[in-house]
């Protein structure tokens, strides 16, 4: 399910901000951008997160910044001073100019000292990066929860329409065999040509066709899978694979009914019904 969530907390001069997105995948699979300093933290973070999500593509962005007066550590490359020192004395030594290095201008020769941040209080970026990380996922659990609503409402519309093509199919149910007797008594008259039809072996074949054709236990099974459905919308913990199953099975039963009959009538809801089932099978992907 697609959502957004973000915090930004600063404490004792450390602030940092975590942003999370979710966009729809089949399963979880989460990817955190941090600064390179908080990688012990990664798979804490991935536990954290598990928790709370299921499913989805989740994408974290980690910011950090430091205000405090030991944010930075100037670290000097004193092999490298000395060689710089060693190279001004030979050059003094063979030309006798004067020198003139101060440390100042030794430590604006290249290289010869770095930056970093000092970020060696772990429990301190623990703290920080955990509450930022509770604070975010609130945020993202609701705008899920508000897209799961109407998502719900959206589904809910689509169920009740299959349920009425269920009902119209149900209604012609026993029109088949009365059609398929009729074309076949035509049919064999025809042959016959005026001849009296057999009306034992007719009797028959009709009533081989009526068992191979009956249709009453995959209505059956459709009015299940709806109800199945619309409770799977009610529950509380993630239920996006099962929904996938339930779609799969409407799906089903709808093929079964339409190769089983000719006709056109029936043909026709089966055909709507699964123009249903598709569009809540695209719905469901946004589904936890």
């Known amino acids: 399910m697609t959502g957004f969530g973000k915090s930004e907390i600063a404490i004792d001069g450390r602030r940092m901000r975590v942003e999370i997105k979710t966009v729809n995948h089949r399963f979880l699979d989460i990817n955190i951008r941090q600064p390179r300093f908080m990688m012990f933290l990664e798979e804490d973070a991935r536990k954290f997160l598990k928790q709370s999500l299921s499913r989805g593509r989740v994408e974290v962005f980690i910011n950090y910044s430091s205000e405090r007066l030991d944010a930075k550590k100037v670290i000097a490359d004193m092999p490298l001073l000395h060689a710089y020192l060693n ?154 694979r099962n929904m996938d199953f339930i779609v799969q099975e409407l799906n089903r039963e709808f093929n079964t009914i339409g190769s089983k009959t000719q006709d056109g009538e029936i043909l026709k809801m089966v055909i709507a019904g699964k123009g249903e089932v598709e569009k809540i099978r695209e719905q469901i992907q946004n589904i936890e």
């Open 87 to 240: 190279a001004a004395r030979e050059i003094c030594a063979k030309t006798g100019v004067a020198d003139d290095l101060t440390v100042s201008q030794l430590m604006r020769l290249p290289d010869a000292v770095t930056y970093e941040d000092e970020n060696s209080d772990q429990d301190a970026l623990r703290e920080l990066l955990f509450t930022n990380l509770e604070a975010a996922l609130r945020e993202l659990s609701a705008a899920r929860e508000k897209e799961g609503a109407q998502l719900k409402k959206d589904i809910d519309a689509r169920l009740d329409m299959i349920l009425s093509y269920v009902e119209t199919i149900a209604g012609k149910e026993h029109v088949i065999v009365e059609e398929y007797k009729k074309k076949l008594q035509d049919r064999i008259e025809d042959i016959l040509d005026g001849a009296e039809v057999d009306e034992q072996k007719l009797a028959q074949e009709v009533a081989f066709y009526a068992d191979r054709c009956n249709i009453t236990e995959e209505l059956v099974r459709l009015k299940s899978h709806v109800k199945q459905m619309k409770a799977s919308g009610e529950e509380t913990t993630p239920q996006g």
